[in-house]
């Protein structure tokens, strides 16, 4: 069974541009949450969706926004960029949306952004 | 607000030797507990996991041990090996509710030859 995939792996944009990441999740898997990792924050959570809606969302400006598909595939788009933004976005893709034995997050590889 | 943290941001062992790796957890309403794995340029990957109702919990060569009364939580790893050598993170969250798992800051565990 494939793994979460995560595209483009590798980003670099200027500031005030905007992006947007792709993540395809486990076959099966219905949520997917994203995280920011940052050398200086570590692991945040920026949202989760099930079955296409936001179901949760972290302490993350509005700049933030996210969307998933009928295939649950989910993409995150962040407007307006900042030299902040630098960090690896990371995809987790699980069964249902809530923490659990037997519901266990499988984290993609990243998207690494880098914002000059 | 309420966090997760680890107590030591590095730890090298001997290969061959047993780790054993700390986390704190101050979020009291957290019922379910996750260690991570994360290697160079990898995304991290699931561990272990404990319940709140559980004090111990055994997977292949790795334990993790809960204590409530001070929000404790370990991962012990036997017999290290190389591989074994990454970031471990433990995460905490509530399995009540909506998906918020809140990540420590992590230890690099560095085996040694």
Known sequence: KAGVTQTPRYLIKTRGQQVTLSCSPISGHRSVSWYQQTPGQG?????????????????????????????????????????????????????????????????????????? | GESVGLHLPTLSVQEGDNSIINCAYSN???????????????????????????????????????????????????????GDSAVYFCAEGQSGSARQLTFGSGTQLTVLP
Not at chain 1, 92 to 111: K, M
Not at chain 2, 40 to 57: A, E, L, V, Y
Request: proline share 4%; glycine share 8%.
């Open chain 1, 43 to 116: 692991l945040q959570f920026l949202f989760e969706y099930f079955s296409e809606t936001q179901r949760n969302k972290g302490n993350f400006p509005g700049r933030f926004s996210g969307r998933q598909f009928s295939n649950s595939r989910s993409e995150m788009n962040v407007s307006t960029l900042e030299l902040g933004d630098s960090a690896l976005y990371l995809c987790a893709s699980s069964l249902a949306f809530r923490p659990g034995a037997g519901n266990e997050q499988f984290f993609g590889p990243g998207t690494r952004l880098t914002v000059l």
């Open chain 2, 28 to 82: 009291s309403a957290s019922d379910y507990f996750i260690w991570y794995k994360q290697e160079s340029g990898k995304g991290p990957q699931f561990i272990i996991d404990i319940r709140s109702n559980m004090d111990k919990r055994q997977g292949q060569r790795v334990t993790v041990l809960l204590n409530k009364t001070v929000k404790h939580l370990s991962l012990q790893i036997a017999a290290t090996q190389p």
